[in-house]
């Protein structure tokens, strides 16, 4: 009898669930027909509901058998009200279509709306209709990634992986397995220069992500574009004006882990010298100690302030939407450092490995100031012509510590068992601040209507600033596993700055016309670039004045040292300190025509250059001024065979050179333990042919599937290599150099679905690259003695990783207003460094890296966010790729199959935010 009331309940439950139904349906553009996110579905006079997901379904459950009026509301298409009855008839779906929302505004009825530049649906359609091989990262991705700089952010796009600095972030891309120096980066469509102090490519660091529409990675390069670009182009699309008033705001805080488990080192930044004694006082100056400011070398530890992140962003259209305006500003104040294990080596036999000598212990504490401004003026005169005007404004400042202690290896008494060693110790103080400025002017102008006239005048303007680089060396000991600083070692202190400025002029006319079945439309421009870059470099060698003095009995704080200058007047007299010039004049025809389902595009683009260099301090070099002179024809043809709206096929071909660096081409020489190192005034340009195929589908509009194939087969590739002496061949020296031919080629997939409230975003890569340069080996000759000979060796290209993939796993709930998602990435091996030896290079080992973001949506324009990075605390490593039995004995080297040669470790970083948008 127990048992009735239970099968009663059961009996119940059962029947009720026969009797509920599901209302279940997708609901599309009337126009396009791809599905629409976000839309609130309601049926009248019940708590029933739901809201459309990421493929446009719904499900409404547990509905009683009825009829029902089922309301349709999204803010962006027009409501419907419908009679529904459940169940459906066969069980089909409900599948809706919605027009855009029609205002009306006295006599006038008028569609509102623009395009969302930053949306994944702008995106997607952005890469189907382009004419090249592209791939886009949406504004919206960005602001809901786990990423906080554009140099993050694009190692989440196929065929990229990102070269790191001290602190563990994105720094540099490399694009299809090309180093950086073979990609250009561009603002708006614009090149801008390039801060470093020596090479044309722009660390990505310095632009805070926030400030973005979208990231445009361009694989294939058209007649209209410039040429210098093998691995590719970067173009950041930044804000846009609004077609009415838009404020959105975020602040944030978080913490690094790293600095739970010990203290940041910081210094008085603020009181450094900016200058020199050399640039204050002349070249005729003796320097004194009394000239060097202590502000540098006062040092204090202690756990850091919070991450303090912020952004402000308003817009806004005014005389009768003819004037628009949209200023924006981005702020980063954060924390962040690696606690690095580097070891130094030397080569003896090549046959039997290299021999570990020094073990380098480095505790890197950097605090990076990021700020950014942003604003864009657009004109419209009537619907024929218009301006814009783009002023940004991109500042990093990174003041770094780092304290090292070196253990010597091979000579001091070294015994780990006794726990005794011969040490040393130095603290270098390091402040870095870099600056972009560009202001654009273009127009727009529909002179007829055929034909279309565009034009662009830019200045830029890139600085790098190093003032006052203070490393003080001590020398300790360690006995019996006590360790202790002894005496003071020579000291330097050394300044740094140089500036990179461009002045470029840009003319495009565009006329279009049908021929027969054809739509034709032909280009025509031009590019004139005036760039000019100085370098200043000088470096003052410190000796204590008390040779023996004794820390922790003479001095216990670095401050307290008193020092000789052994160089009064500074170390200017080299090659760092350089004028150099570039003047770039490009032209080019292009056409593009269309024939049902066919699309071609082709031309030529000429570029006349013209580089050279003057060296400041000349000392004894044959050619102390030069210059390079020369033009390039690049042909490139791009098919597009579109197949029922939502396929293209793909082949592309384009020829694209590489220009030398500054630096490179300067004809210095610097003396290292091992090799000379010198500049190459003779250094050519690269030259590359570039192919592309690709099949593209896209199931939807914020969908796709893509894969394909490229193949670049370079000419004169710039690598730096070893080198014979062309007069005495028994001498050898480093330096960059072309190497006949290299082959790069490759696969890539990429992939987004979505499916209600999941999504997932994946691409792989896989590069293969080949290139033959010469290499030192060491041999033990007939007579048994040490012998260096010249041998080939053929290897990947320097960066260049076989395989790389991202995996983004996505949460949309629109009902509870939660957005989430986990992103991973994987790098393969690399080679970091290339040897002089043969076998010999440094390979950076392959990683994978965790990072995890999460929005929750408060209502009325709020919302509250959080980013975590490194979850899995990846170190990266670097080894070389053999074994040796002197290096058994010494730490972390046991049992392995590679050398370990470094290994930072960076640790967790996280963030907390609220996000406002009107």
């Known amino acids: 009898m127990a048992r009735t009331p239970l099968l009663l309940l059961l009996l119940c439950l059962l029947v009720g669930s026969a009797s509920s139904q599901v209302l279940r349906g997708r609901i599309v553009e009337a126009e396009t027909g791809e599905p629409i996110v976000g839309v609130t579905l309601l049926l009248e006079n019940t708590s029933y509901h739901d809201v459309s997901g990421l493929d446009g379904s719904f499900a409404i459950a547990n509905l009683p058998k009825g009829d029902y009026r089922l309301v349709v509301r999204h803010v962006s298409y027009a409501s419907q009200t419908l009679d529904v009855k459940v169940p459906m008839p066969q069980a089909q779906p409900l599948n809706l279509s919605l027009a855009p929302a029609v205002y009306s505004t006295l006599s006038e009825v008028a569609v509102v709306g623009k395009r969302d530049g930053a949306s994944e649906t702008t995106a997607r359609s952005m890469e189907r209709n382009a004419s090249q091989v592209l791939n886009i990262v949406s504004g919206k991705a960005i ?76 694989k294939a390069l058209t007649p209209n574009m410039e040429g210098d670009a093998v691995g590719g182009v970067i173009n950041m699309v930044m804000k846009d004006a609004p077609d009415h008033l838009v404020i959105s705001g975020n602040l944030a805080t978080g913490y690094n882990e790293l600095f739970m488990q010990r203290p940041f080192t910081s210094y008085d930044h603020r009181n450094i010298q900016s200058r020199s004694p050399y640039e204050r006082f002349g070249n005729q100056y003796s320097a004194t100690p009394k000239d060097f400011s202590n502000a ?13 992140v912020g952004g402000l962003s308003i817009g806004n259209q005014f005389l009768n939407h003819k004037l628009g305006v949209l200023v924006a500003g981005s702020f980063q104040n954060t924390y962040r450092g690696s606690n690095s294990l580097f070891f130094d080596f030397e080569t003896v036999d090549t046959l039997r490995g290299v021999t570990l000598n020094k073990m380098r212990e480095r505790e890197y504490s950097e605090q990076q ?102 490393t003080v060396p001590l020398v300790g000991i360690r006995e019996n596993f006590l360790e202790r600083r002894t005496t003071i070692d020579d000291a330097s202190r050394r300044w740094e700055h140089n500036t990179d400025r461009d002045l470029a002029a840009y003319l495009n006319l565009t006329y279009t016309r049908k021929l027969g079945e054809m739509a034709t439309e032909w280009s025509v421009g031009g590019l004139y670039r005036d760039k000019s870059r100085t370098n200043f470099y000088n470096n003052y060698q410190l000796r204590p004045a008390n040779l023996f003095a004794r820390y922790g ?18 170390a200017v007299a080299t090659a760092l300190n350089y004028d150099a010039a570039e003047t770039i004049q490009a032209g080019y025809l292009q056409f593009k025509g269309q024939v049902h389902n066919l699309e071609v595009l082709s031309g030529v683009r000429a570029e006349a250059t013209d580089q050279g260099y003057t060296m400041k301090f000349p000392i004894g070099e044959g050619r102390p001024a030069s210059s390079q002179v020369y033009t390039d024809w690049l042909p490139s043809l791009h098919l597009t065979y579109k197949l029922l709206g939502h396929t293209n096929l793909r082949a592309s071909y384009f020829r694209s050179i590489n220009r030398p660096g500054f630096f490179e081409i300067v004809p210095y020489r610097i003396v290292n333990e091992e090799y000379q190192e010198r500049g190459n005034p003779d250094l050519r340009r690269t030259i590359a042919d570039n192919l592309d195929l690709r099949y593209e589908r896209y199931p939807s509009t914020s969908e796709q599937f893509m894969v394909g194939v490229f193949y670049k087969s370079i000419k004169d590739p710039i690598e730096y290599t ?41 691409n792989y890569t896989y590069t293969h690259s080949t290139i033959t340069t010469l290499k030192s080996k060491r041999i033990r000759n007939e007579s048994g003695d040490l012998e260096t ?40 091996d690399r080679i970091n460094t290339v040897s002089q030896f043969v076998d010999n290079d440094l390979w950076q080992k ?66 907390l935010g609220v996000r406002y948008k009107l």
């Not at 091979?410 to 068992?417: A, E, K, L, M, R």
């Not at 200058?565 to 500074?570: C, H, T, V």
């Open 722 to 762: 070893l080198q014979r002496d062309a007069i005495r061949g028994q001498d050898q020296y480093y330096s960059p150099g072309n190497f006949g031919n290299a082959v790069n080629y490759g696969l890539e997939v990429d992939y987004i679905r979505y499916l209600r409230r999941w999504g997932i975003k994946a």
């Open 143 to 218: 602001e809901l990634s786990p990423d906080l700089t554009v140099a993050n952010v694009i190692q989440r796009v196929s065929g990229v992986s990102v070269e790191r600095n001290s602190n563990g972030d994105g720094q540099h891309a490399i694009l299809r397995g090309m180093d950086k120096r073979y990609n250009y980066t561009l603002v708006n469509g614009v090149k801008i220069p390039s801060p470093d102090n020596k090479y044309r490519y722009v660390p990505l660091d310095i632009f805070p992500a926030e400030l973005l529409d979208r990231l445009e990675v361009v």
């Open 296 to 308: 540098a070398v006062t040092y204090r530890s202690q756990s850091p302030l919070p991450n303090l």
């Open 369 to 470: 100031r990021r700020y950014g401004l942003h604003a864009k003026v657009e004109y419209r005169f009537n619907e024929r012509h218009r301006l814009e005007w783009y002023n940004a404004y991109m500042n990093l400042t990174n003041i770094q510590v780092r304290d090292q202690k070196t253990t010597q290896l091979t000579i001091g008494g070294y015994d780990p068992v006794l726990g005794n060693a011969t040490l040393g110790y130095s603290t270098r103080s390091r402040l870095t601040r870099q600056q972009i400025q560009n202001n654009t002017l273009q127009g727009q102008h529909q002179l007829w209507d055929a034909l279309m006239l565009r034009w662009s005048a830019v200045y830029s303007l890139a600085t790098n600033e190093e003032p006052d680089n203070v």
């Open 846 to 911: 392959g990683f994978v890296q965790v990072d995890a973001s999460l929005e929750k949506r408060l209502g009325k324009g709020w919302s509250l966010f959080a980013k975590a990075n490194n979850l899995l605390n990846t170190p990266m490593e670097v080894y070389i790729n053999n074994v040796s039995a002197r290096n058994d004995g010494i730490p972390f080297q046991k049992g392995s199959q590679r050398t370990l040669i470094r290994r930072d470790y960076y640790q967790r970083s996280y963030i």
């Open 553 to 570: 009995e003479d001095f216990t704080e670095y401050s307290q040292i008193q020092w000789t200058i052994q160089n009064p007047r500074g």
């Open 789 to 828: 000979i010249l041998v080939n060796q053929t290897r990947p290209l320097f960066g260049q990783s076989a395989h790389v993939a991202n995996l983004t796993l996505l949460f949309k709930d629109p009902r509870s207003q939660l957005d989430a998602q986990l992103a991973a990435g994987y790098t393969g």
